[in-house]
């Protein structure tokens, strides 16, 4: 089942937990998403995502498993915490953005915090 050959040697597919997953090939990693996105029950929406081995999955994508990145709402869909953003939630928790440490998110926008 989506099995692949290397110099001759059958490389065995990774089913995920979901029973429906299959990761092989160049992503063999069955990788649980790390998401902001809720359905309609506001549960936190917990998927499989197949990424290269040591990578982690964010927001639907992979990104190297030592990148100091969180998940986040708005576009990119992660923020840096290497480069001095965090995942910022305007009140009421409606929406989100990468804000720098020093701001915080209140109507559209990231504001300086006093």
Known sequence: MGARALNG???????????KTVCSGDTP??????????????????????CPSTQKALNGKCYPGDAPLTPCYQAPGVCDWGKGYYCAWNEG??????????EYFKGNNCVKKA
């Open 93 to 102: 928790n409606a929406d989100s953005r990468c804000c720098k440490f020093d």
């Open 9 to 19: 040697e059958c490389l065995a597919a990774t089913l995920c937990g979901d029973s």
């Open 29 to 50: 990693q069955c990788t649980v998403n790390d998401s902001v996105y809720v359905d309609d029950s506001s549960k936190v929406l917990s998927n499989f995502v197949c």
